[in-house]
């Protein structure tokens, strides 16, 4: 696959040659991306292959063991932590599990982050905000509720509250569809899909829930073993050439890893029986 | 083979004085930003209560019980000798330089530092941590230092409960089962019992306490995935916080009996 080398204007988040190195696992190989202004760009890949960590590095949130990673041209990666606090305001984050603060009501996470970078002190003004923020999740109502009483798919909605609290250009979302019923999800989808076109964020989604892709993607990258493995529209992706970008897509397993299943034994430790091991 | 392991245990081990060392030069250098700004004084004031209001209790109660041991395990000794009026000043000295002290930190660590523990681990494995920082706000400023100042400030306040109640504790015993004579008994406490004594045992609380929440937090921070990462993290967090407070009190008795021999050298021989 020929590779265009890109700069770091290229994009609103940028990434030239992203490696990470955990112990002796490679978890990116010299990944370069533009992510463009506005768009939605959908992350895909196996379990394991690299999406969470390259989102991570995306915020900062991991440092990289090799190449750079860009935000509107200036090059964040090795900013210093107070540096990249200003630099944070512009980025939402929806972690998968919501990562709610669960010591707080739902009004007082989606104030947090306003508290902590906004001299808002009139609570008049926070209330307004928060029911605001709430109501474009649909999930306005429930500023006095703790995380612990919310379902799966109502915490990811006020997670994604609290992402769009202080107006970012960016929100990342580290797969928000995974473990919700399929009319969630699409709940999440139509979300995620709003918030781009009302508010004109760019969205970076990692996911491997296929069907969501397709239906929010502007643009589908896949990363396999820590390297992109294909990178276009989700027409491009639906007609892939290649091998392995179609088993993920089509949710096949490989022939090499169903011969290794055949060859695992015949025998499952479930059809043990108790008279098996009484013999010796 | 068994040598290049233990070489790789003392560079694991190296590496994690180093971690926690930094962990620690942050947290005071958020501190001292913490102290500057008083938007974050209500952090500090919601974990002051939590970690020495409600702890007031199970400190009293731990420096009462200790007064009342050392009356009832020195009693038969001294009264052995004819010194039964000398209990005073055994128990006291005892309670303010060290038991009270060393004990009131150790119901601490359990009390504060396992909660402090669980706490953060859990937030650091459900991404509460993460959440904190990708919202562009240091957690060390936010989570730890508030944590640090009140144990800092607090300890040595709760051993001060702790010394009364030791106080109170053995003279109620002395004086009440054993039939002391009250003014016996705390003129003898008060020739033998100095501000230096008091002082010192107060002045410990300050290292106690930020021991306790230092290590407790950097435990939380650390901990590996799952319940069992958190739970061991917590006993972790509470064996270091042990051994520290005896590893530290015994650093202060060399130093402090130090200084006490170089100010006032003839005192001990009076």
């Known amino acids: 696959m020929t590779r265009v080398e890109v ?38 890949g196996q379990s394991g292959c690299g999406k969470t960590v390259f989102m991570k590095h995306l915020i ?39 990562a709610l603060f669960d010591s707080l009501t739902v009004y007082e996470n989606i104030i947090f982050p306003i508290q902590q ?20 999740v649909g999930m306005d109502g429930y500023q006095h509720q703790y995380p612990a009483s919310l379902s799966g798919g109502q915490k990811k909605r006020v997670s994604l ?36 076109r009302e508010l004109k964020i760019t969205s970076v989604v990692v996911t491997h829930d296929m069907k969501s ?68 | 083979m068994v040598t290049l392991a233990v070489w790789r245990k003392f560079k694991q081990q190296v590496e994690h004085l180093g971690r926690f060392s930094r962990f620690s030069g942050s947290a005071f250098g958020a501190m001292g930003s913490s102290i500057a700004h008083p938007k974050t004084y209500p952090l500090v004031w919601t974990q002051m ?32 000798m004819g010194l039964e009026e000398r209990l005073g000043v055994l128990i006291n000295i005892a309670v303010v330089k060290e038991l009270g002290p060393v004990l009131a930190a ?27 920082e990708s919202m562009g706000t240091d957690p060390i400023k936010y989570l730890v230092s508030p944590r640090v100042l009140a144990c800092l400030l607090l300890t040595p306040v709760l051993i001060v409960y702790a010394d009364l109640l030791g106080i109170l504790g053995g003279y109620f015993v002395s004086v009440i089962q054993f039939k002391i004579n009250s003014g016996a008994y705390w003129d003898y406490s008060a020739m033998g019992v100095e501000l230096w004594d008091v002082g010192t045992g107060i002045f410990k609380g300050f290292f106690f306490g930020g021991a ?12 590996r995935e799952g319940a069992q990462g958190v739970g061991e993290a917590c006993t972790e967090a509470f064996v270091g916080c042990f051994i520290s407070i005896l590893a530290l009190n015994y650093v202060f008795a060399v130093i402090l009996d130090a200084i006490y021999k170089t100010f006032w050298p003839l005192r001990p021989l009076l």
């Open chain 2, 49 to 80: 209560n939590i970690i020495g209001v409600k702890s007031v209790p199970v400190i009293m109660a731990t420096g009462a019980f200790v007064g009342m041991i050392l009356a009832v395990q020195a009693y038969s000794q001294l009264a052995a």
């Open chain 1, 117 to 136: 970078h906004r001299e808002i002190k009139d609570f008049k003004v926070l209330g307004e905000l928060v029911k605001l923020k709430l109501a474009l």
């Open chain 1, 60 to 98: 900062a949130l991991e440092r990289p063991t090799e190449g750079e990673v860009f935000f509107k041209g200036q090059r964040i990666d090795q900013l210093h932590n107070h540096e990249l606090a200003e630099v944070r305001t512009s980025f939402g984050f929806c972690f998968q599990m919501g």
């Open chain 1, 161 to 196: 509250a609290r992402a769009i609290a202080l107006n970012p250009e960016v929100v990342l979302y580290d797969e928000p569809t995974t473990g919700l019923d399929p009319i969630t999800s699409d709940v999440i989808n139509e979300l995620i899909i709003k918030l781009q």
């Open chain 1, 7 to 44: 700069k770091p204007g290229d994009g609103i988040l940028v990434t030239r040659n992203l490696t990470k190195i955990y112990g002796e696992r490679v978890a990116l190989e010299k990944v370069s991306v533009a992510i463009e202004k506005g768009k939605t760009t959908v992350i895909i």
């Open chain 2, 212 to 223: 306790i929440a230092l290590i407790s937090c950097y435990k939380g921070f650390t901990c």
């Open chain 2, 106 to 132: 150790v119901m601490l660590a359990g009390r504060v530092g396992g909660a402090l523990t669980a706490e953060l681990g859990t937030m650091n494995v459900t991404e509460q941590i993460a959440a904190v």
């Open chain 1, 213 to 280: 892709a397709y239906k929010i993607a502007d643009r589908i990258i896949m990363l396999h073993r820590g390297k992109i493995a294909a990178d276009g529209d989700a027409d491009y992706i639906r007609n892939h050439p290649s091998e392995v970008v179609r088993q993920f897509i089509e949710g096949r397993i490989g022939e090499a890893d169903l011969a290794a299943l055949r060859l695992g034994g015949t025998k499952f430790p479930t059809q043990f029986q108790p008279e098996d091991f009484s013999g010796t």
